[in-house]
């Protein structure tokens, strides 16, 4: 997967709420006068800074200069209290530890490291002439309800759990085509066990990667049960069989993503990171992204509801700008902030995309090299892995091969494609020989052009050169 880098849009889209930002804070469009004006006479030389910045800043100043500056002014009583600020600050000394998130970041922070008990009674102050995109922003994406039109449109194929092997193939994964397994994960251990009752007590121990954080099952789902964070932590553990041996009993591979059709299982202890248990609660998610390693994927969810959207390989959806060599992925900050700014323009582009909703014991089909995002809609507990077959050999050789800096999930990642291709040589040679026309390198223009015309002129072939970087940058930045 390539690291997404976060963007906040400039919050311009006209939102209905059901109640206002609990410090009174307003969006910098609802300014009718100098919104510079008023941030200077309330942050004083911090005015010079942005709203992003000052945040930043504030992050970084000892907690109790921080509630002495929340007592300056109005604005700085909003900056100071803004609940991230106080998130990045105890995910910077217990992030590592673990933590029992108590109604706020702030709170969570005062309990845990200052260890005083905040009192609950006191409200929050509230002001009518604070003016900040970056303070609303993650307010609306945590307090909006979801647009019904987000959720109505189903696109993806819909088949029976009991699908034989051939036909899905033929089907759907030779086709490279988003599509739905109805109610396979039914028949796992897991749709019955894997309870936050069962997980908590079944592993009480176990401490779980939620991204910033390693927390236990217990640690987790009570921060869950409360946050209102514009992004969620969300579990996304890769050695959650190591931490809870019992899971990899309770549940298996659906019959088309594993035996001779899991090719990177012949690697045994080499294979990358390739199965992950997933939890989030309601708007927690993936933004948008391409798979790791050119990989194709399943997703079984166990409790809760997802929504998909799917784009082609090659189309990254609007809002999506993908570095040109694909390693890096500009996208807004947030699942929500997209939905809310973009979704309309994705229905409107007239390009292919596809969108679906998952209900508990579905199983998800992503095809290799598919952009593709989820949304939470309630809170869930899934698991996914990613593996590469017959169908997608080819690209993920030639990913393997030509990216060795863009491979994930191993500290082998320069030696990948060489381990992979001798893995293949080995126990597979018919599917290795079939599989080498596809890796030869197709001629370049300009060898296509040179071969032509040998005496082509200068200008000609520098031209050819030049539309030769273009088409490759594009080809590569997106991944086909």
């Known amino acids: 997967m390539t690291e997404p880098i976060a963007k906040r ?24 006068g100098d919104a510079n004006s008023f941030r200077q006479a309330h942050l004083g030389n ?45 995910l910077s000394v217990a ?43 993650p307010w609306v994406a945590h307090s909006l309800d979801l647009d019904p039109s987000w959720l109505q449109a189903e696109s993806v194929t819909r088949c029976p759990a009991e699908i034989d092997v051939e036909s899905f193939l033929t089907t759907y994964d030779r086709t490279s085509t988003p599509a739905v397994l109805i109610n396979y994960t039914r028949q796992w251990p897991a749709y019955e066990r894997w309870t936050r009752d069962y997980l908590i007590s079944q592993y009480p121990d176990a401490k779980l990667n939620a991204g910033a954080a390693t927390l236990t099952f217990a640690q ?16 996304f553990d890769k050695l959650f069989v190591a931490k809870c041996p019992p899971m990899e009993h309770d ?24 199965r992950w248990l997933i939890c989030g609660p309601q708007r927690s998610g993936s933004n948008w992204h391409v798979d790791p390693n050119a990989t194709s994927a399943w997703n079984g969810l166990l409790q809760g509801r997802k929504r998909w959207i799917f784009c082609p390989p090659g189309c990254p959806p609007p809002g999506v700008f993908p570095s040109p060599d694909g390693a890096a992925v500009a996208t807004p900050i947030s699942i929500t902030e997209w939905m809310k700014d973009y979704y309309h323009e994705l229905v409107a582009s007239g390009n292919p995309y596809y969108e679906v909703t998952q209900e508990t014991g579905d199983l998800v089909f992503v095809p290799s090299g598919w952009w593709h995002m989820v949304l939470n809609l309630s809170d869930t507990v899934a698991i996914t892995q990613n593996y590469i077959s017959s169908s997608n ?28 291709a001798t893995a293949l040589q080995a126990k597979r040679p018919k599917l290795w020989a079939q599989v080498q026309p596809s890796l030869v390198n197709k001629p370049s223009l300009w060898n296509a052009m040179a071969s032509h015309d040998s005496k082509a002129k200068s200008a000609k072939l520098n031209l050819a050169t030049s539309n030769t970087s273009e088409v490759t940058s594009f080809s590569f930045g997106f991944g086909n």
């Open 9 to 32: 849009a400039h919050y311009a889209r006209a939102t209905t709420l059901h109640a206002s930002h609990p410090h009174g804070v307003q969006p910098y469009g609802n300014c009718y």
């Open 46 to 90: 911090f005015s010079i800074l942005s709203d992003e910045l000052l945040l930043d800043v504030l992050s970084r100043i000892p907690a109790n200069d921080l509630l002495a500056l929340a007592q300056c002014s109005r604005w700085f009583y909003c900056f100071a209290n803004h609940d991230d600020v106080w998130r990045q600050k105890l």
């Open 251 to 274: 549940y298996s591979s659906p019959l088309f993503a594993s035996g001779e059709h899991d090719l990177f299982a012949l690697l045994g202890p080499k294979r990358p990171a390739y």
């Open 393 to 420: 050999l080819a690209q993920a050789l030639r990913f393997l091969r030509d990216k060795p800096d863009q491979v994930s999930g191993t500290e082998r990642a320069k030696d990948l494609y060489s381990d992979f």
């Open 95 to 137: 992030a590592n530890v673990g933590f029992d998130y108590v109604n706020s970041w702030k709170t969570t922070y005062l309990h845990h490291v200052a260890q005083t008990k905040p009192s609950s009674t006191q409200p929050p102050l509230r002001f009518d002439s604070v003016f900040s995109d970056y303070l609303f922003e």
């Open 220 to 235: 987790y789902f009570a921060y869950a049960s409360q946050q209102q964070d514009e992004r969620p932590l969300y579990v």
